[in-house]
Nanobody
Framework: QVEVVESGGGLVQAGGSLRLSCAASGGTLSIFSVGWYRQAPGKERELVAASSSGGITIYTDSVKGRFVISRDNANNTVYLYMNILKPEDTAVYYC????????????????WGQGTQITVSS
């Protein structure tokens, strides 16, 4: 059973940066596709970024050029580097592991983390 845990959330001012971590137990992330999602209050959960085991990376348009998804296989961790943060980035961010990836989308598995809150103040 793969268990996914996110960390790194917090409060940051607009224009600032944060790094989120997605760690897994019971599985090796290097062989999984991984997706980062977020859900703001009153909104549906949306895909933010994803990385396939074969090197495909996907970003939603609103974060392109600001967010970077990166793998650290030695530490079985996938990071989401978030730069130039905006108030509209405020949400709970979730990691999903083991989904299916095409060149343009990530289809989540049942393996979700508990989420980590990001709040960007203006």
């Amino acid at each position: 059973q793969v268990e996914v845990v996110e960390s790194g959330g917090g409060l940051v001012q607009a224009g600032g940066s944060l790094r989120l971590s997605c760690a897994a137990s019971g599985g090796t992330l290097s062989i999984f596709s991984v997706g980062w999602y977020r859900q703001a209050p009153g909104k549906e959960r949306e895909l933010v970024a994803a990385s396939s085991s074969g090197g495909i990376t996907i970003y939603t348009d609103s974060v392109k050029g600001r967010f970077v998804i990166s793998r650290d296989n030695a530490n079985n961790t996938v990071y989401l580097y978030m730069n130039i943060l905006k108030p509209e980035d405020t949400a709970v961010y979730y990691c999903n592991a083991g989904g299916a990836t095409t060149r343009t989308y990530y289809y989540p598995s049942q393996h979700w983390g508990q989420g980590t809150q990001i709040t960007v103040s203006s």
